[in-house]
């Protein structure tokens, strides 16, 4: 680099072009003598996929320290500002190409990511959303975001958006929340006893997006039959305490009542 370190230049602001790739070392640091060669010869390779910067954890204490570095060396990546993956000690060549190749992000993700930037002031974004999911069929993340998009408005194509995220797959369990919500939504039965009016109920309230009320009436379902309709009312739970995040005031609340209902 031709200009002084700066690590908010050179580092986060670097990493929202390109991941940055952050070995911290010092030159008293024998195993650094030995990492270093090696990271600097997959940084040649890399072709520009991602930038190496060497930060000597002497003459940058300060930011050694911001990111708790308590022994060296510390390789971190960095992408979009943020540490998304890291390792310790001198690893070997292979081993690190088995981190890069795991950890580096897919370049399509700033295409999606400026997709979804753009939906937050401009609903005729969900077009691109839509070719760009379809455009990429391996990419499980924009199709999964997709479904929760149009999960209330059009169930049925939610689930079947859904349909490639199986057991396996890194966000099979996302999915099945999603899959599982879609499902409460698209509930129909000539049933007439008092749990399918509950659930009829919890359908309207989720629609309504009343998540208090929903777990209100899904717990009651529970309580009255806890198999019905291959336990929806269970699983439904479950999936709005999963999108309501366990520190949820709702989900503290009404976590309790769900496990007496259960037992």
Wanted: proline share 6%.
């Amino acid at each position: 680099m031709t200009h002084p370190f700066d690590f908010q230049k050179d580092v986060l602001i670097k990493s929202t072009e390109i991941p940055v790739v952050v070995d911290f070392w010092a030159p008293w640091c024998a195993p650094c003598r030995i990492l270093g060669p090696v990271i600097e010869e997959l940084a040649a390779e890399a072709n520009g996929r991602w930038e190496l910067v060497k930060l000597n954890t002497e003459e940058q204490q300060q930011v050694a320290q911001q990111y708790n570095i308590k022994s060296i060396p510390n390789v971190k990546m960095f992408f979009e500002g943020k540490v998304v993956a890291e390792f310790s000690g001198a690893l070997p060549k292979y081993q690190i190409e088995k981190w890069l190749s795991r950890h580096l992000p897919d370049p399509r993700t700033r295409t999606f990511h400026a997709i979804l930037r753009r939906l937050e002031h401009d609903p005729e974004a969900m077009s691109q959303l839509y070719s760009f999911v379809y455009d990429n069929p391996d990419m499980g993340e924009p199709r999964l975001t997709l479904a929760g998009i149009i999960l209330v408005e059009n169930p049925a194509e939610a689930i079947e958006l859904l349909e490639p995220l199986k057991a396996g797959h890194p966000l099979a369990g996302h999915a099945e929340d999603v899959r599982t919500m879609a499902q409460l939504l698209s509930f129909e039965t000539t049933d007439d006893t008092v749990v399918a009016s509950r659930l009829k109920a919890a359908r309207e309230a989720l629609w309504a997006s009343d998540w208090e009320e929903t777990l209100e009436l899904l717990i009651e379902c529970i309580s009255i039959n806890k198999t019905y309709a291959g336990e929806l009312p269970r699983r439904a739970a479950i999936a709005v305490f999963h999108h309501l995040g366990e520190q949820h005031e709702l989900s503290k609340k009404y976590r309790p009542r769900f496990s007496m209902a259960l037992y």
